[in-house]
């Protein structure tokens, strides 16, 4: 694949590649578009190696160094996978002081493909003209979840293909998916694997319930049940997650949650995506739209009991009834939330990933 000399349309401003080359820096910049430029100019002069924090997906966050050549050897992965190519335009939407982001640029320039960039924003197509059409895309989900609820939702189907990352997608959002005509793939990766190692198509004729591997990916399962990861491009060295998953065949898996996110509960394991599984499909038979997540309390007799953290104002007596009522039937017994609380408003990341544990300290410990 031999790259044209891509241009960059950053919040409306052309630059080509000999002012991104040269550097080129003007007053009253945001912070996106400074990240944006330093970026380019960085790779465009042969920087050989960048400094990354990593999310905490294999343990505690830390700072570490990733190469050119392992970054270039990622994208060729994804180039390949979806069949991206140089005449092709690219939408960068994440902030591109992290890795998501800035594996577009390197997507865009290792490919040749013309970017648009726009400061990162719950519905990114609201700050670009309709006159301005672009093939591939990398979204959050929250990003995702405005463009399908807005009056812009059919600029989803100008485009052939959507990465979605950051943060697992809600079942609801998958189904609004299948009468999307763009080809949505949910992904898994993070830092350390410099971006995804693994895509999920969600629509179109062959949606999949499970992740497949890009190619020269090699996974495991290590005693607590997480995947292990193995690639040429990160000097085979095993590297170990924090994810629960269920292993297919030797390409494909199955998520389930987060080992550090598991409940004890009377002895017996509780996997909180699990339990979240089935409150989706309760809130989705209810109409509600209310964000939530399952955490663990500790406590002196069971040791963690299961609590249901709800977004928004209490439900009604009838409402909060019909609820825990269908828990009842839908989840085992140490699985059950003990309490359902409420809060007004979660605690979140930039890319709209809850916190949960900050978004604990909002409930007073005695209501625990």
């Known amino acids: ?36 430029l330093k970026f380019c100019h960085s790779w465009l002069s042969g920087q050989q190696s960048f400094q990354l924090k990593t999310s905490g997906s294999t343990g505690t966050p830390k700072i570490i160094s990733i190469t050119r050549q392992q970054m270039e050897a990622s994208a060729h992965l994804t ?36 970017i648009v960039a726009v400061d990162p924003a719950s519905n990114p197509f609201e700050k670009i003209p309709s006159t301005l059409s672009f093939d591939f895309a990398a979204l959050v989900p929250y990003q995702l979840q405005s463009i399908i609820h807005s ?22 959002t998958k189904k609004e998916l299948l009468s999307v005509t763009c080809i949505c ?16 198509r969600l629509n179109g004729d062959q949606p999949q319930s499970y992740f497949e591997t890009l190619d020269g990916i090699e996974i495991s399962k290590d005693e607590r049940g997480c995947l ?38 009377g002895g017996v394991k509780v996997i909180p995506e699990k339990v979240e599984s089935a409150v989706q499909e ?27 953290i709800i977004e928004g104002t209490p439900f009604s007596k009838d409402l909060l009834s019909r609820v825990e009522s269908e828990l009842e039937e839908k ?6 939330p003990r309490a359902l609380k409420f809060i007004n408003n979660f605690k979140q990341t930039e890319t709209g990933k809850v916190m949960r544990a900050e978004t604990m300290h909002l409930i007073p410990a005695s209501s625990h």
Not at 283 to 308: E, M, P, T, W
Not at 331 to 336: I, L
Request: proline share 2%; net charge positive; aromatic share 8%.
């Open 1 to 36: 694949m031999k790259p044209k000399k891509p241009w960059l349309n950053l919040n409306g401003i052309i630059y080509s590649l000999t002012q991104l080359q040269s550097g080129i820096l003007k007053n009253n910049l945001s912070s996106f578009e400074q990240s944006t």
């Open 331 to 336: 989840v085992g017994r140490y699985e059950k």
């Open 228 to 265: 292990v990861i193995q690639a040429d491009y990160l000097d085979n060295i095993e590297l170990i997650t924090n994810d629960l998953i269920d292993i297919i065949d030797t390409h494909k898996f199955r998520w389930l949650g987060r080992w550090d996110n598991v409940i004890n509960s």
């Open 282 to 308: 309760i809130f989705d038979s209810l109409k509600l739209n209310n964000r939530f997540f399952i955490i663990g309390i500790a406590d002196v007799k069971l040791n963690q009991k299961v609590f249901l």
């Open 185 to 200: 793939y949910a992904t898994y990766g993070m830092t350390e694997t410099i971006s995804h190692i693994a895509l999920q």
């Open 79 to 114: 180039i390949k996978a979806l069949k991206l190519e140089s005449n092709h335009t690219a939408l960068v939407c994440l902030d591109t002081k992290y890795i998501a982001g800035q594996m577009m640029l390197v997507r865009s320039l290792v490919c040749g493909m013309n």
């Open 151 to 172: 009056a812009g939702r059919s600029r989803l189907n100008e485009l052939k293909c959507v990465i979605i990352g950051g943060a697992p997608l809600d079942a609801a």
